[in-house]
């Protein structure tokens, strides 16, 4: 039986900035102009004060992980099992690499930094 292909996102309007930067290779976040709050997932709002004055911008991708568990068991197409579900803070121990599944969709994922 063959394996179901990686789950593959779908980048809407809120979403493309996102996926248009993990194509170029950059983690891009939202910041809120009104109180400073950087915030993910994607969305037109800022979810601490609801401000709609929000911008783009590219993160450094490093971090550090706050948190992991290694999924075994068969969760949902397009999840082989074994991977990592993770919580990462940004801005520390972690970077991003960059995994293209097509001309389209290039998914940011998260490996000790180096140096
Ligand atoms: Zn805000």
Redesign the pocket.
Known sequence: MAEPARAKPKPTPETKHFWDGTQARELRLQR?D????VYFPPRPF?P????RKVSVFKASGKGTLYSYVINHRPAAPGFTPPYALAVVELDMKLEVAFEKLDDKITLPLFRPAKG
């Open positions: 809120c009104e109180c400073s709050n800022c601490s004060c609801a401000s």
